[in-house]
C-alpha cells in the first residue's frame, strides 16, 4: 500500500504591523508641543497668531448647499492657536437671547490630510417683533471663530491635545451685508448686527496625523469638539455665544500617504 496522502496545512496569513503605527496615548502629542499660555477659566478668544495648518486638499463630501443667497467667501487660514481653549471644555455651549447659532457639516467622518467642512447659521434678534416698538442697545460683531480640539478623559479629567482654529470675518472677508448695517462708521474691526439670519460656510485644514481615534469607555475616551463662537460687545458688556458638538475625526494609515508630520511646523514650499 502506498503511503498516506500528507496532511494539508491551513492557509497561512502573514501581516506586516511595521507600515501601521503603534497605538499610543495622546500624551505624545502634548510632549511634544511647545509650552502654551493656558485660558483657565477665562472667557476669550484667542488671539489669530498661529503656526498655519498647509491646506493639502478640499475633502470629497459635498457642501450643504446655503440657504441664503448672501453667500460670501470666508478665510481659508488654519491656524494653532497660541493658547490652550480650556474655557471650550468648561463652557462648552454659551447663549443669549439675541444671538442663535447651529452648525451644518459637509459629512459625518473627517480624517488626516483633508479639511473639516460646514456652514454656521447666525441668527440675531429672531423675537425682534416680541418688543414691540422698545428700543435695545445695537450688537457690535468683532469676532466669528470656529475651533476644533481633540480631547482626552481620564478618570474625572481632560486636556487637550490638539487645537485648530479658523476665523470667519476679518477685514477683508466682512459679514455678509445682510447681516450687518450698510455703509457704518467705525473706528475699529466691529459690525452692527441687524435682525436678520446668515449662512457662514467655514473649512479647516486638517494634519495629516490628527491625532488618537475616538473612544468612549467608563473611565477614560477620546474625543473631538467643534465649535463656533461669536464674539460681541451689547450695551458695552462683553458677550460670548457659543455652540459646540463631537465629530468623527481620524488618521488615516496608509503607506502612499503617510508621512510624519507635526502642526507645529510650517510648510515646506519646496514639497508638493
Same mark, same amino acid.
Given at each position: 500500500m502506498g503511503q498516506p496522502p500528507p496532511k494539508r496545512r491551513g492557509a497561512?496569513?502573514?501581516s506586516t504591523t511595521t507600515t501601521v503605527p503603534g497605538r499610543s496615548s495622546s500624551q505624545n502629542f502634548l510632549q511634544s508641543?511647545?509650552?502654551?499660555?493656558?485660558?483657565?477659566?477665562?472667557?476669550?478668544?484667542?488671539? +489669530?497668531?498661529?503656526?498655519t495648518i498647509p491646506s493639502r486638499g478640499r475633502s470629497m463630501s459635498p457642501i450643504r448647499r446655503p440657504e441664503s443667497r448672501a453667500l460670501r467667501k470666508a478665510p481659508s487660514r488654519t491656524f494653532v492657536p497660541s493658547g490652550v481653549l480650556t474655557d471650550i471644555l468648561d463652557f462648552p455651549k454659551l447663549s443669549h437671547p439675541r444671538i442663535a447659532l447651529d452648525i451644518h457639516l459637509s459629512s459625518s467622518l473627517f480624517v488626516g490630510g483633508a479639511t473639516v467642512e460646514g456652514e454656521v447659521c447666525i441668527v440675531v434678534d429672531a423675537a425682534k417683533f416680541s418688543t414691540g416698538s422698545q428700543s435695545?442697545?445695537?450688537?457690535?460683531?468683532?469676532r466669528i471663530m470656529v475651533t476644533l480640539v481633540g480631547v482626552e478623559r481620564s478618570n474625572g479629567r481632560q486636556w487637550i491635545f490638539r487645537s485648530l482654529a479658523t476665523e470667519l470675518i476679518d477685514e477683508a472677508h466682512p459679514p455678509p451685508? +445682510?447681516?450687518t448695517v450698510v455703509d457704518q462708521l467705525r473706528t475699529e474691526v466691529m459690525w452692527e448686527a441687524v435682525p436678520s439670519r446668515s449662512i457662514l460656510p467655514f473649512r479647516l485644514d486638517l494634519p495629516v496625523i490628527v491625532g488618537p481615534p475616538p473612544h468612549e469607555s467608563k473611565r477614560v475616551g477620546i474625543y473631538y469638539l467643534l465649535s463656533v463662537t461669536v464674539g460681541a460687545n451689547i450695551a458695552e458688556k462683553r458677550v460670548l455665544v457659543r455652540k459646540s458638538q463631537k465629530i468623527a475625526v481620524l488618521t488615516i494609515h496608509d503607506r502612499m500617504f503617510y508621512q510624519p508630520y507635526s502642526q507645529c511646523s510650517p510648510a515646506n514650499p519646496n514639497t508638493s
Open positions: 497561512s496569513f502573514e508641543m511647545p509650552d502654551k499660555v493656558v485660558f483657565s477659566g477665562a472667557l476669550s478668544l484667542p488671539p +489669530t497668531a498661529g503656526k435695545r442697545p445695537p450688537i457690535l460683531i468683532d451685508t +445682510t447681516m
